[in-house]
């Protein structure tokens, strides 16, 4: 893209990855420990890597080989760290997650993460053990063990919404950096200069054309990203590029990466304000705010009007309005006509006595202790439940009410896939446990990017809304949203032998077992380091 002059990385994330054809350090090594900081003004204990939160950004070029020694320094909990959209190709030992890919990396250990990228785009890294993704993104002032602790227990004691939202890690808490204009009730933020949690102002010069980067792993909340006066062009969506859009701002959902193109062509004697605030949740938590600052002057100027005022959390035609905008760059690969099998899957909130749980056609998810890819490679005995989870769920379930039969139980089995079948997925959003409603739900896949078919209201119409399926610009994504009360419709190839997650991207409803586990010519896969499979069972 010959009109980009510089690229920034806006992300709440752990760390990020920045792949283009721009060559990069190979090899990194990485200390992951629990260390203070003051992200949102307020200190906290959270997990960094080399001191740093977030952690290192990570810039490599399509066709090289990274490799990350990774320490755990957490002293009393293991650790694995996912790379969200490295779709480790030959490598499935290398996704990071516990329990499936590979197990826990023991305090004082040390394991070497060592795979190939296929491909330039936005992706990122993050905790994926427990709830560690928790441990500072959108931020809480209670610790992710606590929110792991209250989860579990009977009756549940909810996480509630966090008190900062973060950009590049910085937030303010109990103040807002525009009170001034009476946008707010709370207090205006007097920040001394090298503050951590200073906002990090976005420096631009009159007249170019910027590419940001912007990824997501909030652990509840949904997003909304607008800059005052400014139009995004979408460029790119979770690695993939799309046929470009303009909007006045985006949803981005946890899980989801996108570039967006910035003109900066308006007064360049003003800056400007770059908001982020909470959709699909009733929000308690602040707009988070940083500048879009002109140079050369001063970032110390305020914006001359208020931020960006975020669309009302419960505007979800303004989230499907901007959604189904996406669809694929001319020339890039298009679904198969057909698949070969369908899986149906319905999204509850159960109970279990008196444990709250969610559940995937009535199983809630429970992992193994011994990780999956060995049980199935070696096939062990008694590590998982041979029986796989069901493929449909009952056809008079009515989504609209709440569960006839509210409780559910726990399971481990696997979906299993021959190599290069062609699978649909419909997912079905239903009527929560109690009372009226029915949440937003981001579900990642791992080890592969999926075509979103389409989306649509009420419950999904086998033989009927088949009709709507776009198989000519679908986009490629592996990250994708469920709306309330609706159905989304997703078809991948499994061409990517190993065991991999698909799941809730909301930390807490993944916690409440709201996954599921595929798994696709094992018996292929080489070369599995003796390091990520040393729990467990062993014959």
């Given amino acids: 893209?010959?009109?980009?002059?510089?690229?920034?990385?806006?992300?709440?994330?752990?760390?990020?990855?920045?792949?283009?054809?721009?060559?990069?350090?190979?090899?990194?090594?990485?200390?992951?420990?629990?260390?203070?900081?003051?992200?949102?003004?307020?200190?906290?204990?959270?997990?960094?890597?080399?001191?740093?939160?977030?952690?290192?950004?990570?810039?490599?070029?399509?066709?090289?080989?990274?490799?990350?020694?990774?320490?755990?320094?957490?002293?009393?909990?293991?650790?694995?760290?996912?790379?969200?959209?490295?779709?480790?190709?030959?490598?499935?030992?290398?996704?990071?997650?516990?329990?499936?890919?590979?197990?826990?990396?023991?305090?004082?250990?040390?394991?070497?993460?060592?795979?190939?990228?296929?491909?330039?785009?936005t992706y990122f890294y993050h905790g994926h053990?427990?709830?560690?993704?928790?441990?500072?993104?959108?931020?809480?002032?209670?610790?992710?063990?606590?929110?792991e602790v209250g989860?579990?227990?009977?009756?549940?004691?909810?996480?509630?919404?966090?008190?900062?939202?973060?950009?590049?890690?910085?937030?303010?808490?109990?103040?807002?950096?525009?009170?001034?204009?009476g946008s707010t009730n709370l207090p205006q933020c007097n920040l001394k200069g090298g503050e951590e949690c200073a906002p990090q102002i976005l420096h631009v010069e009159p007249k170019k054309t910027y590419r940001i980067r912007i990824a997501s792993?909030?652990?509840?909340?949904?997003?909304?990203?607008?800059?005052?006066?400014?139009?995004?062009i979408v460029v790119e969506a979770d690695g993939n590029y799309v046929h470009p859009f303009a909007v006045d701002d985006i949803d981005i959902y946890s899980g989801e990466t996108y570039s967006v193109l910035l003109t900066t062509d308006q007064d360049p004697k003003k800056n400007y304000w770059l908001s982020i605030g909470v959709r699909g949740r009733k929000p308690s938590t602040p707009q988070a705010l940083t500048i879009l600052n002109y140079k050369p002057l001063s970032a110390s100027v305020f914006?001359?009007?208020?931020?960006?005022?975020?669309?009302?959390?419960?505007?979800?035609?303004?989230?499907?309005?901007?959604?189904?905008?996406?669809?694929?760059?001319?020339?890039?690969p298009q679904p198969p006509k057909s698949s070969h099998r369908t899986i149906h899957l319905l999204n509850t909130q159960n109970k279990i006595g008196s444990f709250t749980k969610w559940a995937i056609n009535n199983v809630s998810l429970t992992l193994p202790t011994t990780p999956y890819l060995g049980s199935i490679k070696f096939n062990l005995k008694n590590t998982f439940d041979k029986n796989p989870p069901p493929e449909r769920f009952p056809m008079d379930y009515d989504i609209f009410k709440n569960p006839v039969n509210p409780n559910t139980t726990t399971g481990n089995g696997v979906y299993t896939f021959q190599l290069n079948e062609v699978v649909d997925v419909i997912l079905q959003n239903a009527n929560q446990l109690n009372g009226n409603g029915s949440e937003i739900h981001p579900w990642h896949l791992?080890?592969?990017?999926?075509?979103?078919?389409?989306?649509?209201?009420?419950?999904?119409?086998?033989?009927?809304?088949?009709?709507?399926?776009?198989?000519?610009?679908?986009?490629?994504?592996?990250?994708?949203?469920?709306?309330?009360?609706?159905?989304?419709?997703?078809?991948?190839?499994?061409?990517?032998?190993?065991?991999?997650?698909?799941?809730?991207?909301?930390?807490?409803?993944?916690?409440?077992?709201?996954?599921?586990?595929?798994?696709?010519?094992?018996?292929?896969?080489?070369?599995?380091?003796?390091?990520?499979?040393?729990?467990?069972?062993?014959?």
């Fill in 1 to 121: 893209m010959s009109l980009l002059k510089a690229v920034f990385v806006w992300c709440i994330c752990l760390g990020l990855f920045e792949l283009s054809l721009a060559k990069g350090k190979s090899h990194y090594k990485f200390d992951v420990e629990y260390i203070y900081k003051k992200p949102d003004c307020k200190e906290h204990v959270v997990m960094g890597i080399n001191g740093q939160f977030p952690g290192p950004t990570i810039r490599a070029e399509v066709g090289d080989t990274l490799v990350i020694d990774l320490t755990n320094k957490l002293h009393t909990e293991g650790t694995v760290i996912h790379w969200h959209g490295i779709r480790q190709f030959g490598t499935p030992w290398a996704d990071g997650t516990a329990a499936i890919s590979q197990c826990a990396i023991n305090p004082g250990e040390t394991f070497q993460y060592k795979f190939k990228v296929d491909r330039p785009g």
């Fill in 217 to 232: 792993t909030t652990s509840l909340a949904s997003l909304n990203l607008a800059i005052s006066n400014h139009k995004l």
């Fill in 303 to 332: 914006p001359t009007s208020p931020p960006p005022v975020t669309p009302l959390w419960n505007d979800t035609d303004h989230s499907k309005a901007f959604t189904k905008q996406i669809i694929s760059k001319m020339g890039n």
């Fill in 446 to 539: 791992h080890g592969h990017d999926f075509w979103v078919l389409g989306y649509g209201e009420g419950r999904f119409r086998p033989g009927v809304d088949e009709r709507s399926f776009n198989l000519t610009r679908a986009p490629l994504r592996n990250t994708a949203v469920i709306f309330p009360y609706g159905w989304t419709a997703l078809r991948f190839k499994a061409d990517n032998p190993g065991v991999w997650a698909f799941h809730c991207h909301i930390e807490p409803h993944l916690h409440m077992g709201m996954g599921v586990i595929f798994a696709e010519a094992v018996h292929k896969v080489r070369n599995i380091p003796k390091e990520a499979l040393k729990c467990g069972a062993t014959a």
């Fill in 129 to 147: 053990y427990g709830m560690q993704r928790a441990a500072g993104f959108d931020l809480w002032h209670t610790s992710s063990h606590e929110q």
């Fill in 151 to 181: 989860l579990s227990s009977a009756p549940m004691r909810w996480i509630g919404e966090p008190q900062s939202l973060l950009i590049n890690g910085r937030g303010q808490f109990n103040c807002s950096l525009a009170s001034k204009y």
